[in-house]
């Protein structure tokens, strides 16, 4: 089950430097908001698939649950909850706006994850 896999860990690496780059340097009404939501996802994936051998669907369903309960999270105000308003990194990691359009986002990405594992997965038997 503990697998160290270069080839995913990669992948989330690069993944997060495009994070930090759209975090940074991009305030739009696309890429941030929308691609920036749907690549966290397949960063997530990728990086529990660096160290965990486990299927795609439990991996997969378990990336798509977290972000969906950081996004209810967010519709309860958590961050405000916790006292954490005034903390820049929370309200990064936690969000502050609950939105339904970043959950349909989040299931968009890991469709892309299950259709692209899959095949992988087929070439890989020829």
Request: with cysteine; glycine share 6%.
């Amino acid at each position: 089950m503990l697998k160290f896999h270069k080839g995913y860990f990669i992948a989330a690496f690069l993944l997060f430097i495009t994070e930090i780059i759209i975090a940074l340097y991009l305030h739009d009404g696309l890429i941030r908001p929308y691609i920036g939501d749907f690549l966290v996802v397949i960063l997530l994936y990728c990086f529990v698939k660096s160290f965990f051998n486990l299927p795609v669907l439990l991996t997969a369903g378990g990336v798509l649950l977290f972000a969906y309960s950081v996004e209810v999270s967010q519709y309860f105000h958590l961050v405000k909850v916790l006292g954490l308003q005034h903390s820049r990194l929370a309200k990064i990691l936690l969000g502050t706006s609950f939105s339904l359009m970043d959950m349909v986002v989040y299931t968009l990405g890991i469709v892309l994850i299950i259709v692209a594992e899959n095949l992988r997965l087929s070439l890989k038997k020829f």
